[in-house]
């Protein structure tokens, strides 16, 4: 797309590039492309934790959804729509390589992925010292179960009935899956900066 | 309140703690530090969706275009007519438009009612063997007889496009053979089968020499 072309795309409004697509316009998909393909990289990032698979999993939500425009009838923002779209692709994928999406309650954590409750008692509060490399580093580092979950309540803001309707557990397991999750990036954080602290 | 009891009852805690929950967070440090710690967790969270600057890698979108395109999403309203037929058999020009027809039915495909902006080759295949077969190459010498007499200036763009939809057409099958269970290939070859027989259509429906 020209950059002439990119300035007159811009200027029309999300609904019209949204008409335009759904008669095949292409420089109106890549238009939308471009206006939305952060967040829903960012999403598929953060949920996977690995560069190639979020990129795979971008092109694959937009397909999908360019696949279905000719069905958006603008009930809900397309924004919403597209992203909700994102999360059962990341989600679908996760499904496929067995990897957990929810923990169970009660099960599956190992020894060493349960969050301890416990830390040291002189480990100094988190609290005005998280920074956000920080906190990306360690979610990377959570298990997949317990990171879709923080991902997906704490980053993306869905809260825990719609988490339930999307992964299929039941609201009470988000939410004690969620705690979980919070613990043990408590537990990373604190680690980590235990381990800058004893560096020379 | 024990830390026990707390602890028990954190994860459903949303907002505002009761007056008891109040009472023993004021009461006990290891529980009041760790809700401080999971608060700032969260908020440094929500921080991280509003931050959003990673972007994926610009091959992306072309990799999207690219799949629109073959499944016809997308239809390039600009793009020439630049049509690949069938395969046609028969050596009187009469039946080539049938032959074509018949060809592509064969093959499944919409003929001539399909917006011409669909037909488009989306990957030029370069080929390395210019040579068409006999019958093709008869059958694209009567149509270019044919265009010659009705509109003699079209004659060398026709001959240029037939040269370039039969090289596509050899490179399809080529990818065909190689590999029969490859979807895209066979995509490619319809598609360059339906620009052949439209390209001739185009030229046998063309009106009588121009002045």
């Known amino acids: 797309m020209t950059d002439a072309r990119k300035s007159q795309a811009k200027k029309l409004s999300e609904s019209e590039l949204i008409e335009r697509a759904k008669q095949g316009d292409a420089e109106a998909f890549e238009a939308l492309y471009h206006l939305h393909k952060r967040r829903v990289y960012s999403l598929c990032l953060r949920m996977t934790a690995n560069t190639a698979a979020a990129e795979d999993l971008t092109q694959e939500a937009f397909l999908q959804l360019f696949r279905k425009i000719a069905t958006f009838r603008g009930e809900s923002a397309f924004s919403t729509w597209l992203h909700r779209m994102a999360v059962n692709v990341v989600l679908m994928q996760l499904r496929k390589k067995g990897l957990p999406v929810v923990p169970l309650e009660d099960t599956i954590d190992t020894e060493e992925e349960a969050p301890k409750k416990e830390l040291g008692a002189l480990d100094p509060s988190l609290a005005g010292s998280i920074d956000r490399l920080q906190l990306l580093r360690a979610v990377e580092d959570l298990p997949p179960g317990y990171r879709s979950i923080f991902v997906l309540h704490d980053v993306e803001g869905y809260e825990h009935n719609e988490i339930a309707e999307i992964v299929g557990c039941s609201v009470g397991n988000s939410k004690s899956q969620l705690h979980k999750a919070r613990l043990k990036l408590r537990e990373l954080l604190k680690t980590s900066r235990a381990e800058k602290a004893r560096k020379p | ?211």
């Open chain 2, 1 to 211: 309140m024990t830390c026990e009891e707390f602890e028990r009852v954190l994860p459903e805690i949303e907002g505002a703690h009761s007056a008891e929950q109040e009472s023993h967070l004021h009461s006990c440090s290891v529980c009041s530090e760790l809700v401080d710690d999971l608060n700032a967790i969260a908020l440094q969270a929500r921080l991280l969706r509003d931050s959003e600057n990673e972007e994926p890698a610009p091959g992306i979108w072309n990799s999207i275009e690219i799949a629109l395109r073959q499944e016809g999403l997308i239809r390039d309203l600009t793009s020439a007519p630049y049509l690949v037929p069938a395969r046609p058999r028969p050596r009187r020009l009469a039946w080539l438009i049938p032959a074509g027809a018949l060809l592509l039915l064969t093959f499944g495909l919409v003929q001539h009612e399909r917006p011409r902006s669909e037909l488009t080759p989306q990957v030029p295949i370069a080929s390395t063997n210019p040579e068409p077969t006999d019958a093709a190459n008869s059958d694209d010498q009567q149509l270019l007889e044919v265009v010659s007499a009705r509109s003699p200036a079209m004659r060398a763009s026709y001959a240029a496009s037939l040269r370039d939809v039969n090289s596509y057409i050899r490179d399809a099958e080529q990818s065909v053979k190689t590999d029969p269970n490859d979807v895209q290939a066979q995509q490619y070859l319809m598609s360059a089968y339906e620009q052949k027989s439209m390209l001739y259509q185009i030229a046998l429906d063309r009106p009588l020499q121009q002045q």
